[in-house]
């Protein structure tokens, strides 16, 4: 390949390389296209965002229209940010199909142009690996073709190749070619032959490549399958390459008869399935019948007599073969010695086995692609009865065990054979010169035994024979066999000529020195041809994707037999050798794809071991659901203390029988999967403990998100109560305490720490369910158990609906004045859904609350661009202009202020009480994290508030001295203390920063207005330290706390400057109706007479609790006197009305 003349030789396999990568990155895609961009799966919202190629001659009327609108922007801008690394990928694999081809031309090109000097199109046909590399060339590029039109439709490749365009800030120059290559192609009449002409490949290839496949065996195969009635079966994967290459000279298909005649003939005599890559099969009666000579030529092999003869033949076969494989797995029937002498008969076999499951297996399944888009005809199902009439597919699962096993064996017996080939040889030509030096010694006289005389003719002639095996060397193994041969010749005659059997120990050196002999002769005899052959005999890359028809059969046999695993092993072990022929000419190219393509294949062949054995941790689970009710609702909980009358009763017995019983089968499949060996498949080596550890996790998680999911589902048609909330968690509780103690009884018996798992798989869980609940947020309610808990949670502490009273931290009905939410709701939740999962619901109020503050920062922005409202805003900003004096006549003009914005501030005040209302929610779990923390870990605790303390006092000092360096070593355990306060509940929602803000017009006096408005409605009650609602205003009822809190909520979003305007807003209204109402004449002896004493007293109570909510529960006297004078306060918060 180094040498310069064969350059030609470098670049066409460069070439087949790139081309078997770019087969594997398309199968790795096809699992991978976002939903929206199927045609039956688009959102209705991304609709006009997703268009096919008929956006190219209306761009700039759609452009237009996402720029027009704001929504449709924030789509766009999620959809580039969501999936532009998905559409480059596939971009680059379409382009790189639309460069394979032309670089083919291009190639045949240079040949015809005598770039390659000295070299033709001709010559390089005539060159062995040159026509092979050749034919494949060709044969890729069709399987990119097709591949690409099986798995990724037409309408989604355009909508792929459009959003590519508009997204991607690098476009290549390519793109329109390639947009005309991969355009949608209808299905029917000229389909597929017009996607294979879109790019006309050098017809002289074409027909070259053509005559090579259907007349030569170019892979010499048939030296694999001597046997003229395995012909089909050695030339399949040849047949497959024509099969494919036929379609870029579909004459042929169509009108040339003889031909077709020729190559079903030749390669589909006795078969109509083919297999044209890692397991895509075709069915060629539908992927010929629109072809006249093809569908012609296919017609003898279906005739009826013919199916049922081939279908009678191979099920005949199944019994045979099944007892002949189960001999020879019987423990002693395959040694070194009958793999010697039996080789040809032991490949034999394997060729019977392999064809018979071949042919069973292609043409019992019905998952074959449909590349014509015909429907299945009539003949195809009368044909697919006459197969299946006549087999069992478990007989068809055992044989294919048997052979895998079986192969298995005889693979690694030649693998220590070819190993130790040499020194075997040198082994036994030292034993065996050491037997004739003991014959020479024994005729030569020096070491006589009875009847035995000296004998110098026979001296001379052994120590001929051990000089001549002296000389015998390895490496000439031509003429050490037949050397070979003739001393095991000569000393059987000599044996009888002289009579030397009549001598115990004279007949036994000869017999053992006949034994090294031969050995040494098979010794020679074993090749490396033969496992070759035994590996292209093996190939089992036409099921790659149907061996999953066999899944439900490997689970139905492990679950009543562990120890299938076994065999099982050698199965996967056989299916891992299909990885071979894709990475076959990318190891060849010495290429920088081969980890990556091996990596996904590897990685498909372990995915699929891990859905057939996860029938094991199912079966365990089933086992231990048993368990779980036995221990939870049948065994009672032994006492500290017991009378011996009572021990009968609390013993149990057939109960603890049965327990014990359910745990022997556990440990029985725990010993069924480690019985397996570690196994390479592909680059990837599995580990059964590991293998049986992670489907124990996965089934785990399944159990704990199913048991969630059902308990925490609510009926949406009526509204859940206190006592049927709690009834429900209490449930919950006891079903997941259950599993866990199961769980922890099984740990010993399977091999892992349970409660550590436990956690880690429940923190997993809730973790993916939070993921999914916050990637929903966009819909009106939960789709997740954690989303439904808090829409519960919302719905019973509605503000509109109750009242919350911060000193007993519970919620009361407005118009009862029951109590509808306390505490104990939280506490009942850790015991169903653990700390993780509390702080998982924590987690989901948080971002509703974001979602919340940006929609009506959204609306509150949108606002500015309303003439009416800025106009009005204006007017009331100028008219309270200068903030600092008193307003004339406040009992007129604030009236009128609000009357104003009522509408605007009605459009509000659904996203003000719920931002409210979520953080006293998370305020609580706060609290109920915390206390949690402090009983059942108290040194985490304060090991974590000690630490958490210490790091602020850093921060304060740095920010409290100039020049002082920021502590920037301790930037991650600051992010990693974070996470662990949060769980023991030491953070404040109260003083989160949720969003990032920009300047809203007029923000502080909106809230303040807002105030007002509440406060209109509410009265304070000096002994309850409430607002209450007003009589009149039961309707209108909006709790006061939540509306203190959200107005905090909202200012600390922002710089201070906001707060404290809003603070000069209402001090301004306090003093104004205080001037308005104060007559300096006369002397006020009772605070009740003074005029807008009411106003003024909740006033200063609101403002109280505002600033008692900003300071962390305390209110700075300092701060509250910067806008309000102190006797003002002093007098309207000690002295009641």
């Not at 490949?201 to 010499?220: F, Q, W």
């Not at 390459?241 to 379609?247: A, E, R």
């Not at 190993?419 to 034993?431: I, V």
Request: glycine residues 2%; hydrophobic residues 40%.
């Amino acid at each position: 390949m180094d040498d310069t003349n064969e350059q030609w030789k470098v670049s066409i396999l460069e070439l087949v390389s790139r081309g078997n990568a770019v087969i594997a990155e398309l199968l790795r895609l096809k699992d991978h296209i976002p939903t929206i961009f199927h045609q039956t799966d688009v959102n209705k919202k991304y609709a006009e965002l997703i268009n096919d190629f008929s956006y190219f001659s209306q761009s700039e009327i759609m452009d237009k229209k996402i720029e027009s609108s704001q929504q449709l922007q924030e789509h766009d801008e999620k959809i580039r940010d969501t999936y532009l690394e998905v559409l480059v990928r596939f971009y680059v694999v379409f382009e790189n199909i639309y460069k394979f081809a032309i670089n083919l031309n291009q190639f045949v090109e240079n040949l015809e142009n005598n770039v390659y000097i000295q070299e033709s199109m001709e010559n390089i046909f005539l060159d062995q690996e040159g026509c092979q590399l050749m034919c494949e060339t060709l044969y890729l590029y069709g399987v990119m073709l097709l591949v690409t039109e099986l798995y990724v439709p037409g309408s989604t490749r355009e909508k792929l190749l459009v959003s590519y365009y508009r997204y991607s800030l690098n476009k290549s120059q390519n793109f329109d070619e390639v947009c005309q290559l991969f355009n949608s192609t209808k299905k029917g009449n000229g389909y597929p032959d017009h996607v294979f002409s879109r790019i006309p490949i050098n017809e002289n290839l074409v027909s070259m490549i053509l005559g090579k496949l259907r007349t030569d065996d170019i892979y010499h195969s048939i030296l694999a399958y001597p046997l003229p009635q395995h012909r089909s079966t050695a030339l399949a994967n040849q047949a497959s390459m024509l099969f494919v290459c036929l379609y870029f000279d579909t004459s042929v298909l169509h009108n040339n008869t003889a031909n077709m005649r020729e190559i079903v003939d030749k390669f589909f005599p006795d078969n109509w399935i083919v297999s044209i890559y890692m397991g895509i099969t075709v069915q060629l009666i539908d992927a010929w019948e629109p072809y006249r000579a093809a569908k012609l030529a296919l017609s003898n092999s279906l005739e009826t007599s013919n199916v049922k003869q081939y279908s009678t033949f191979h099920a005949d076969k199944i019994v045979k073969l099944t007892s002949q494989t189960e001999q020879l797995l019987k423990d002693g029937a395959l040694t070194e010695e009958n793999v010697l002498d039996h080789t040809n008969k032991i490949l034999n076999l394997a060729r019977e086995c392999n064809v018979t499951i071949r042919w069973l297996i292609l043409h019992t399944s019905t998952n074959h692609e449909n590349i014509t888009g015909i429907t299945a005809n009539k003949k195809t199902k009368q044909i697919k009865d006459m197969v299946c009439g006549n087999i069992n597919m478990s007989d068809v699962f055992q044989l294919l065990l048997n052979t895998s096993e079986f192969e298995l064996k005889i693979k690694e017996l030649l693998k220590a054979l070819l190993e130790d080939k040499q020194n075997k040889w040198n082994e036994c030509k030292q034993e065996c010169s050491e037997r004739l030096n003991y014959l020479i010694a024994l005729f030569s006289g020096s070491k006589p035994l009875p009847k035995v005389k000296k004998n110098q003719q026979l001296e001379k002639w052994f120590s001929d024979i051990d000089s001549h095996l002296e000389n015998l060397s390895f490496s000439d193994e031509m003429v050490s066999v037949q050397k070979l041969v003739q001393f095991i010749q000569s000393l059987d005659s000599v044996k009888e000529f002289h009579e030397l059997s009549n001598n115990a120990q004279v007949e036994q050196w000869l017999n053992e020195c006949l034994k090294y002999l031969n050995i040494m002769v098979r010794s020679v005899n074993v090749k490396d041809k033969v496992m070759i052959h035994l590996q292209i005999i093996a190939d089992l890359s036409y099921a790659w994707k149907l061996i999953d028809q066999f899944t439900p059969l490997m689970q139905d046999a492990i679950k009543h037999e562990p120890s299938l695993l076994i065999k099982l092993r050698a199965l996967f072990l056989k299916l891992s050798t299909s990885l071979e022929i894709p990475l076959l000419r990318i190891n060849q190219a010495e290429s920088e794809d081969l980890i990556s393509v091996s990596q996904y294949y590897s990685n498909e062949l372990v995915t699929y071991m891990q859905h057939v054995l996860q029938i094991i941790p199912q079966t365990m689970f089933t086992l231990m659901a048993d368990i779980t009710k036995l221990q939870t609702n049948v065994m009672l909980e032994v006492p500290t203390r017991l009378d011996k009358d009572k021990l009968k009763d609390y013993a149990q017995l057939d109960t603890r029988f049965e327990i014990a019983h359910l745990t022997h089968s556990i440990s029985v499949f725990t010993q069924g999967i480690l019985r397996m060996k570690s196994t390479l498949v592909g680059i990837v080596c599995i580990d059964p403990k590991q293998l049986l550890h992670s489907g124990i996790k996965k089934q785990l998680a399944e159990t704990i998100l199913t048991e969630l999911d059902k308990g925490l589902t609510f009926n949406a048609k009526s509204k859940i109560n206190k006592t049927d909330l709690m009834t429900k968690l209490s449930q919950l509780a006891v079903v997941m305490d259950g599993h866990k103690r199961s769980f922890e009884y099984i740990q010993d018996y399977v091999g892992i720490y349970g409660l550590k798992v436990w956690y880690e798989v429940l923190n997993q869980v809730i973790e993916e369910t939070v993921s999914t609940e916050i990637d929903s947020l966009m819909s009106t309610s939960g789709c997740t158990f954690i989303g439904r808990l808090a829409d519960e949670l919302i719905s019973m502490t509605d503000p509109k609906l109750s009242t919350y009273v911060e000193n007993t931290t519970s919620w009361f009905n407005v118009k009862t004045q029951k109590e509808i939410f306390n505490m104990k709701i939280f506490s009942l939740s850790i015991k169903a859904i653990g700390i993780s999962g509390l702080v998982g619901l924590d987690n989901v109020l948080g971002f509703r609350i974001v979602k919340n503050i940006q929609s009506l920062f959204s609306h509150l922005h949108t606002l500015t661009n309303d003439k009416a409202y800025q106009d009005t805003m204006a007017q009331i900003s100028k008219d309270l202009s200068p903030n600092t004096k008193p307003v004339s006549n406040p009992t007129k003009h604030y009236p009128q202020y609000l009357s104003k914005m009522s509408k605007y501030m009605t459009a509000v005040n659904d996203y003000l009480i719920k931002i409210g209302q979520l953080q006293i929610l998370r305020q609580l779990l706060r609290n109920e994290l915390s206390s949690c923390a402090q009983f059942e870990s108290k040194n985490l605790h304060l090991c974590l508030e000690t630490l958490n303390k210490s790091l602020l006092n850093d921060l304060r000092e740095y920010y409290s001295k100039e020049g002082m360096p920021l502590p920037t070593d301790n930037q991650e355990l600051m992010r990693n203390i974070s996470a662990y306060l949060k769980w023991i509940g030491q953070d404040n929602p109260y003083h989160k920063i949720y969003v990032t803000t920009r300047n809203i017009p007029y923000f502080p006096l909106f809230m303040f207005l807002y105030s007002l408005s509440i406060l209109s409605k509410v009265t304070y009650s000096t002994p309850q330290d409430l607002f209450l609602t007003k009589k009149g205003y039961e309707y209108y009822h909006t709790d006061c706390v939540v509306v203190l809190v959200v107005l905090h909520t909202l200012f600390h979003q922002f710089h201070r400057d906001i707060s404290e305007q809003y603070l000069i807003y209402m001090s301004q209204y306090i003093k104004s109706h205080l001037a308005s109402g104060l007559d300096t004449d006369k002397r006020i002896e009772n605070i009740a007479n003074i005029p807008h004493s009411q106003e003024i007293y909740q006033c200063v109570h609101f403002v109280n609790k505002f600033l008692f909510y900003q300071n962390s529960g305390n209110v700075n006297k300092n701060v509250l006197a910067k806008y309000l004078p102190d006797q003002i306060t002093y007098v309207f918060q000690n002295l009641s009305l």
